[in-house]
């Protein structure tokens, strides 16, 4: 059984301005020492469904989902105790901005301090000795004295890192990373993904990375889903999702990075990701696909094959041509 | 060379912090003496680490900040401590692009009022019709349209935006832009058209960048010369290919192999560096790198090493070898 399971969430924000559907029927299914990213544009409902993961939203979302399983526990009838029992031990999220989990009114190590008590049964020196360990795991010089510093009295970069030390203190089943390193400069960047590749690889703990840097998603995950508006529109392996992306989004978006272009100008994509006002009949990507035919901008596609990628696409590519074209002219 | 148009020579910029309660005054080194220059048609990408003082350098060239000591020469004119004050050609050779493509914009004022503001200020003597038509021109010249020449900036796009910004920063017709992380803040599909756009206006307006980022991939596409910094100083400057086929600082080295390469079955070969950036207001003696490198010894402690070589120059006194394995360096 897979220690996370998702089926069909979706999650609708109550606006002002009407209903805004952020994430559109997602599915995603995690395995014990799994490493995945979710990879997309900005506001494409990364950090929202897993939000809603974590029992995270705000009471203006509705989420629904099929199944919703952590480890054996359904998430949707999980009562606050239970979630709280299991939320920081063995499910636990490194958090977009570092400072809105970070409580500013204690010192990070009595953070730290406080999750070993509620979750592990660790003495009262042996957690000082492990909040110890844990600061120079994620590179934080002199780890004793900034215990006792204040979360505003750390560089940006101190307390992303001090954040990642607190959610990797109970040794989690399932670490969910929402952008960990794009706050760090590229050395400490470096040195937190193999942190956490060596976690994979010693406890088990399996890794959804969520991120917009495909050198960092290349270097480090296994499998990727690519997320647009709000749906998944791709998921493969790391090394075939490179070398034959099979959603036109996936294909164009790899063809956009500097290092794959020889030509002084870069490949675009025209246009921009649809909001909630101007979001397309059919499929969403159609506005800005360079395939799109009556037929895509009309009627919403289904999800291509496993070898296909699961590609949310009428005309999925293969080796760069779309397929079944064709058959529907 | 004949054609620099801008000329940097020991350029430093240092602040003097109050202490507070038990802490002393101090002074933040945060740039110490970066020497380049500049040419038509030819962009210098500057990369280092966060608080290494590249937005520094970029307000010191912008003239936003005088320099506390070294030379600025900017179009054969020497920069004094007055910058560009009552200098509106010299005002108008340098303009800058901030990475913000939200704080950097007005929200009061049209897209159209934001273009012709630097043309009021610096050219009062253009009058009303000539402005518009000038600003007109300029959005078409960004890839935007003539009815957005009305609308505010909460309507339009973080690439959008960019590119009022760029716009509004070529008004003056600058010889020089500075463009301080221009693309951080934009996904990767709006990344390519602003690159572009930036590749495009270079060659139709023969303008020289100094273009400020710490994504290396961005910088390999787009650059002609680098410069890695480290607290407050170059370590290394030269021809973008030279420097990339051998580097010869150990920070170079060690900042390159740190960045994630989009590219699944390359080989990592990571160098592990020790120990964490120092702050500027306790730059190391010698060189200041040496804490952190695997190739220091006393003499790096001890003085700073000269800068050697000719257009690729560096400052170490242990430069690498064509394809020096570093001992640090772990196959991962
Ligand atoms: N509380 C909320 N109320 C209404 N809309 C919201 C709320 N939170 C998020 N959204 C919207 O949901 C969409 C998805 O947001 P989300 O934060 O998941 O994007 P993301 O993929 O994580 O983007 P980024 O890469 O910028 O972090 C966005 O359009 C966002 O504006
Ligand atoms: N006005 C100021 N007063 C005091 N210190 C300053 C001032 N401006 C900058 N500094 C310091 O100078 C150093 C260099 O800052 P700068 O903003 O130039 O770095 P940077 O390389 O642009 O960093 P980043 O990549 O984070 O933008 C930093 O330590 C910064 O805190
Ligand atoms: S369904 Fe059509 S528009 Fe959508 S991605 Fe596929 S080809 Fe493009
Ligand atoms: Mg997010
Ligand atoms: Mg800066």
Redesign the pocket.
């Known amino acids: 059984m897979a220690l996370l399971e998702i089926r069909n969430l979706s999650v609708e924000f109550e606006t002002v301005s009407g209903a805004f559907r952020a994430v559109d029927g997602i599915d995603i299914s995690v395995d014990r020492g799994d490493l995945m990213a979710i990879v997309g544009e900005?506001g494409s409902g990364?950090?929202?469904s897993m939000l809603a993961v974590m029992g995270l939203l705000p009471w203006t979302a509705t989420i629904t989902a099929d199944r919703m399983e952590f480890n054996g526990h359904d998430l949707r009838t999980l009562s606050g105790r239970a979630r709280r029992k299991i939320i920081g031990r063995d499910l636990s999220m490194i958090f977009?901005e570092p400072m809105s989990s970070l409580n500013p009114c204690f010192t990070v190590g009595y953070q730290i301090r406080e999750t070993l008590r509620l979750h592990t049964s660790l003495d009262r020196k042996a957690r000082q000795t492990r909040a110890i360990e844990l600061m120079e795991q994620v590179g934080i010089p002199a780890p004793e004295k900034r215990l006792s510093a204040f979360p505003h009295q750390m560089s940006g970069g101190m307390s992303q890192r001090a954040m990642i030390a607190m959610a990797l203190a109970c040794e989690p089943k399932l670490l969910i990373a929402?952008?960990p390193t794009t706050a760090l400069d590229v050395t400490i960047q470096a040195q937190i993904l193999e942190l956490l590749t060596d976690l994979q690889d010693r406890t088990g703990m399996a890794l959804i990375l969520?991120t917009h840097d495909m050198g960092v998603v290349a270097e480090t995950v296994k499998r990727v889903a690519v997320q647009y508006a709000g749906q998944k529109v791709e998921e493969q392996q790391v090394e075939a999702l490179f070398d034959d992306p099979h959603h036109p989004y996936t294909a164009a978006l790899l063809s956009a990075l500097p290092e794959r272009s020889q030509d002084r100008f870069l490949p675009t994509i025209p246009g921009v990701v649809p909001g909630q006002f101007d979001r397309p009949q059919g499929c969403l990507f159609s506005p800005r696909c360079q395939f799109a035919d009556a037929r895509c901008r009309a009627v919403q596609p289904q999800k291509a094959s496993a070898e296909l990628g699961y590609a949310l696409c009428h005309y999925p590519l293969l080796h760069g041509e779309p397929q079944g074209k064709e058959a529907s002219a | 060379m004949s054609d620099t148009i801008l000329t940097a020579e020991n350029l430093t910029r240092h602040y003097s912090v109050k202490g507070g309660l038990m802490r002393p005054d101090a002074t933040v080194r945060a740039l110490d003496g970066a020497s380049f220059s500049l040419r038509p048609g030819s962009t210098l990408a500057v990369v280092g680490e966060s608080g290494c003082g590249k937005s520094t350098l970029a307000r010191v060239v912008t003239m936003i900040e005088p320099a506390t000591s070294g030379r600025l020469t900017i179009g054969g004119k020497e920069i004094g401590p007055n910058g560009a004050k009552g200098d509106r050609d010299l005002r108008a050779m340098v303009q800058i692009v901030f990475q913000d493509p939200y704080g950097s914009l007005n929200p009061r004022q049209t897209i159209g009022q934001t273009l012709m503001e630097p043309l009021l200020l610096n050219r009062p003597e253009i009058g009303k019709a000539d402005r518009e038509k000038r600003a007109r021109e300029m959005l078409l010249m960004v890839g935007l349209r003539n009815e957005h020449f009305d609308r505010y900036p909460h309507m339009f796009s973080g690439g959008q935006r960019q590119r009022v910004a760029v716009a509004r920063a070529l008004m003056l017709d600058p010889k020089i832009l500075v463009l301080d992380e221009p693309v951080s803040a934009l996904d990767l599909s709006i990344q390519s058209q602003i690159l572009n756009l930036l590749v495009d206006l270079q060659e139709r307006l023969d303008l020289a960048y100094l273009f400020i980022s710490h994504d290396l991939s961005v910088v390999s596409h787009f650059a002609d010369e680098l410069m890695v910094m480290y607290l407050g100083r170059p370590v290394e400057t030269g021809p973008l290919k030279d420097v990339y086929a051998h580097p010869r600082h150990p920070y170079t080295r060690a900042l390159f192999s740190a960045t994630p390469v989009a590219d699944p079955r390359r080989k990592r070969n990571r160098i592990k560096l020790e120990g964490e950036l120092p702050s500027p207001m306790a730059v190391p003696p010698g060189c200041p790198f040496n804490p952190r490198c695997w190739k220091a010894t006393d003499e790096c402690r001890q003085s700073f090493p000269e800068y050697t070589g000719g257009r690729h120059s560096y400052a170490c006194f242990h430069p690498l070898a064509k394809d020096e394995l570093p001992r640090a360096e772990t196959q991962a």
């Open positions: 900005s990364k950090s929202v977009q929402d952008e969520i």
